[in-house]
């Protein structure tokens, strides 16, 4: 999370030690993070899912520039998506990217969220205010699973 390289140039800059993020971890009680692995087991990226401010299910994720663009986000978003749909009770699920970032507007659209709109000077970071476009899927709109119900031909 201190690495710039891996946040990108879109996601705010955070400071801080492994002991604090283990911490905020440990305290989160409305949510989960998974790392995002390869077949192998390297750890490639993080997605996760949490409740806000306004008790709608909000989604994060993040991967490591080197892995960007090979569908790793994709399906970590599909299978988050599914997930949450499959085990819980919610009606919507919405996730915030920086306006400019394509590729993560693009994976998104893949896995079905429409773009609701831009919050104008949404959040402050790297000394400036800066915008944030909406995304959402609504229940209705996630027709079935996409990754949690397939299988695989061995």
């Known amino acids: 999370m201190n690495n710039i390289g891996f946040m990108g140039e879109y996601e705010p800059i955070s400071q801080g030690t492994k002991a604090d993020l283990e911490r905020q971890y440990e305290k989160l009680t409305e949510g989960q993070w998974s790392f995002v692995e390869k077949k192998d087991g390297t750890k490639i990226g993080y997605v996760a899912h949490f409740i806000t401010h306004s ?9 490591v520039p080197s892995e960007r663009s090979k569908g790793y986000g994709s399906e970590a978003i599909e299978i988050i998506v599914d997930y949450l749909f499959l085990s819980k009770n919610v009606v919507r699920i919405q996730a915030e990217i920086h306006p400019r970032n394509v590729a993560s507007q693009r994976v998104l659209e893949k896995a079905g969220f429409k ?31 996409k990754i949690l119900t397939k299988t695989t031909k061995r």
């Open 55 to 63: 008790k709608l299910t909000a989604i994060r994720y993040s991967l």
């Open 115 to 145: 773009k609701e709109g831009i919050l104008r000077k949404a959040f402050f970071s790297r000394g400036e205010w800066r915008d944030t476009a909406m995304f959402s899927i609504l229940r209705e709109e996630w027709k079935e699973p």
